[in-house]
């Protein structure tokens, strides 16, 4: 731990990491000053009410975490970035899916920055979208108690909250240290963490828990990081061995080097994507609610007890918190995005053409084709655990309270504890990064 310190200080101490620290630290205390501005029309009282029942297990529960608790107070970021995750998810299976957007994104630089302009136009009409359907069920609840233009105004000012954030994004990607819009989520979370904290000592010390609970859930705490840790760290090794070559009087190659693979090669995204995709019908059903929506639908013919009643259905099953088909889905949505983003980062066909083209081959694999197949399998393979590990680390978040006893210590067991985790090794990865640029050793040398 003394010698971790003190590459810490050594990276501070460089000017250039130093100042990409600081501006990270900067944008998180503008993200904390702007969390706190409230937005008119809403019933403190009322408010408090709906986040104490269901809707705070479900999907309020999940927006209001990724939001840093900017739900709840119903703030200009109340929306948080989830909109723009959900726009980059639509848009990466519509490159996969349409050949010119993927004849597009391969045109370099200029073809992404089309994509990514197009993604920030989707999340305007999401954030709306969305901003209207929380605006309406809020009003159904008494909770909003405005008139249409003042939900109108807000929704605006949600939007741009939302717009807000994705720029800031942008800035800490670009001058601060890590992926922008990662650190934007882990800031929310972590600003909820003192919170959690104050109800966990306050429940214990009206005698609602006991000490037994909190020891319980304190070692489930230190286990679940251990396992996220590992997870994110471990990888498998390819041996690859390199061909000498003669040029001139020089002869070059000839050694040994291994290709390493990662078993969580995804990293925090597929979780990121899986929430956005199982929150989606939810907010559609929101959307759903308004009384003018019903009104509309009903004019088909269909009897307005019918809609409420399909549109409550829908909000059930798609609670992981109350539903045990929504968990599985949950559970497999986070799967089949591991395997699915794995595949779009890592090419196995790029990776086998680089190496034959070096000289580089795998020992007792034939270049070319084999060595793809070869590298497919075993990714295929190594990703499993992962995603299962994934999946499970997801759910837990639904169960943890019911185990524990601790129902306010919403970090532990779940997807905020392996975001929080995941972006803080990526983070210190690429501090270590800068260190070993300039020759220092890093956080994780051994």
């Avoid at 726009?87 to 089309?114: C, D, H, N, T, Y």
């Avoid at 670009?174 to 989520?185: C, N, P, Y």
């Avoid at 088909?300 to 609670?319: E, K, M, P, V």
């Avoid at 532990?412 to 392996?418: E, I």
């Amino acid at each position: 731990m003394k010698e971790r310190l003190a590459r810490l200080a050594q990276a501070i101490r460089l000017p250039d990491v130093r100042q990409r620290i600081v501006f990270v630290l900067a944008m998180f205390a503008v993200y904390v000053a702007c969390a706190h501005v409230p937005l008119p029309g809403i019933d403190k009282v009322q408010m408090e009410r709906l986040f104490g029942g269901g809707f705070g297990g479900g999907l309020g529960g999940l927006l209001d975490a990724f939001a840093g608790g900017s739900l709840r107070r119903f703030s200009i970021l109340a929306m948080g970035i989830m909109p723009y995750i959900t726009a980059s998810i639509i848009f990466q299976l519509l490159v996969m899916a349409i050949p010119s957007l993927e004849a597009l994104q391969r045109e370099g630089e200029w073809g992404q920055r089309k994509i990514r302009q197009w993604t920030k136009y989707l999340t305007v009409g999401l954030a709306a979208l969305q901003g209207f359907g929380m605006s309406g069920f809020f009003s159904q609840q008494q909770v909003f108690i405005g008139g249409t233009a003042m939900m109108a105004f807000d929704v605006l000012m949600m939007v741009a909250g939302t717009m807000f954030l994705m720029y800031m994004g942008d800035l800490i990607t670009e001058k601060g240290i890590g992926q922008g819009v990662s650190l934007i989520i882990f800031a929310g979370i972590m600003t909820r963490l003192p919170t959690d904290l104050a109800q966990t000592v306050n429940l214990w010390w009206h005698g609602e828990i006991g000490f037994g609970n909190i020891l319980f859930l304190a070692i489930l705490f230190g286990v679940t990081i251990y396992g996220i840790v590992k997870v994110q760290q471990a990888e498998r090794k390819i041996p690859v061995q390199y061909a000498k070559r003669v040029r001139g009087t020089r002869v070059y190659g000839g050694s040994s080097s291994f290709l390493p693979l990662r078993v969580n090669q995804a990293g925090v995204i597929p979780i990121i994507f899986a929430i956005a995709v199982a929150m989606f019908p939810q907010t559609i059903a929101v959307y759903l609610q308004n009384d003018a929506v019903v009104g509309t639908i009903a004019r088909l013919g269909i009897a307005q007890d019918s809609i409420r009643n399909a549109i409550a259905g829908l909000l059930y099953f798609t609670n992981p918190q109350s539903s045990e088909f929504a968990l599985v889905l949950y559970f497999v949505l986070v799967i089949i995005f591991t395997y699915f983003y794995t595949a779009v980062t890592f090419n196995p066909e790029e990776i086998a053409e680089n190496l034959q083209k070096s000289g580089g081959t795998v020992p007792g694999i034939r270049p070319g084709e084999k060595t793809r197949d070869h590298l497919d399998k075993i990714l295929y393979r190594i990703t499993l655990p992962g995603a299962l590990f994934l999946g499970l680390i997801a759910v837990m978040q639904y169960r943890v309270g019911d185990i524990t006893g601790v129902p306010t210590f919403t970090l532990v067991g779940g997807t905020s504890l392996l975001i929080v985790v995941g972006v803080a090794l990526d983070t210190m990865q690429q501090i270590e990064a800068q260190l070993l640029m300039r020759h220092y050793r890093g956080f994780l040398s051994a």
